[in-house]
C-alpha cells in the first residue's frame, strides 16, 4: 500500500508549562503540608486537615502521571479510522468506512465545544485530544459526533481524501 494512502500519529500533553506548574503546585502542597503537620505552622489564612492535604498531593501527582502517560494514537487506513488514547484504552477502536457517515479534518474550540482537552463527552459528541485546535471529525451512521485531535490535519485531510469514496 502506498504510504499517502495511511495516516498515524501519536499525540501527547507535550505542553511543558503544565507540567512545571504541576510540579510547583506539588512542591507548595508538600511544604505546607510539612510545615503543618511537622512544625504546626499554617500557610495561609485557613489550614486544611492533613488527610486533605495527603488526598490533594495524591490527585495532583497522579493527575501529573496520567498527564505524562497519555497518548492518543491516531490511524487512517483501507479498513477505516482507528484511535487509542492511553493509559485509559488499550485496544484500538476502530470505525470500519461503512459505519462512517462524515470524515473530515476541521478547526475546533477545545475549550468552548468541549471544555478543554483530554477525553471529553458532552453535547457537541466526544472529543478525544491531546493539543492544538485541529481535529478529524467523525460522524456515524448511528449519529455519533467523535471528534479525534490531530497535530498534522493537512497530511489527514489528504489521506481522507484518498478514501473519500469508501464513506456511504
Known sequence: MNDNKVFEETQSFSRKWV????LLLLIYLV???????????TLG?????????????IIVFVTGCLMY????????????ISYRFLPFQFKFKLYTWNELEQAYVRT???????????????????AITTI??????????TGKSILLGTSDGELASKVLAEYADKIC
Open 19 to 22: 507540567f512545571g506548574v504541576l
Open 69 to 80: 502517560w497519555a497518548k492518543l494514537k491516531t490511524r487512517i487506513d483501507e479498513k477505516g
Open 31 to 41: 511544604i505546607a503540608f510539612y510545615c503543618q503537620a511537622v512544625k504546626h505552622i
Open 132 to 141: 492544538g485546535e485541529t481535529g478529524i471529525q467523525l460522524k456515524t451512521k
Open 108 to 126: 475546533y474550540s477545545p475549550l468552548g465545544e468541549y471544555g478543554g482537552w483530554g477525553y471529553r463527552i458532552g453535547p457537541n459528541g466526544t
Open 45 to 57: 489564612n485557613y489550614g486544611m486537615t492533613d488527610k486533605s492535604y495527603i488526598v490533594t498531593i
